[in-house]
Nanobody, 115 residues
């Protein structure tokens, strides 16, 4: 069973930065995209960013120019560099590996941005 483990969340002041990481416990066959989603209290989970194995990235408008998604050479770790954080970025951040036939989700890492 593949597990995705996120890390890097925490408490930061507005304007600060955090770097999230998500590592897969083993290689996943036929990964198509790797991405980040977030869920704020009382809200639905929303898209943040995705990246293909070739490095093509997409971002939600709310994070464009502030967040950067990347992956490592082994293609088993995805990162999310978050700069210029705002209180509205406060949420639990989840990584997702989308492969042929199924999706894999991490357990989430909490990000709190204080004003």
């Amino acid at each position: 069973q593949v597990q995705l483990v996120e890390s890097g969340g925490g408490l930061v002041q507005a304007g600060g930065s955090l770097r999230l990481s998500c590592v897969a416990s083993r290689s996943i066959f036929s990964v198509i995209t790797m991405g980040w989603y977030r869920q704020a209290p009382g809200e639905q989970r929303e898209f943040v960013a995705t990246i293909t194995l070739g490095g093509s990235a997409n971002y939600a408008d709310s994070v464009k120019d502030r967040f950067t998604i990347s992956l490592n050479n082994a293609k088993n770790t995805v990162f999310l560099q978050m700069n210029s954080l705002k209180p509205e970025d406060t949420a639990v951040y989840y990584c997702k590996f989308h492969s042929v036939g199924r999706d894999y989700w991490g357990q989430g890492t909490q990000v709190i941005v204080s004003s």
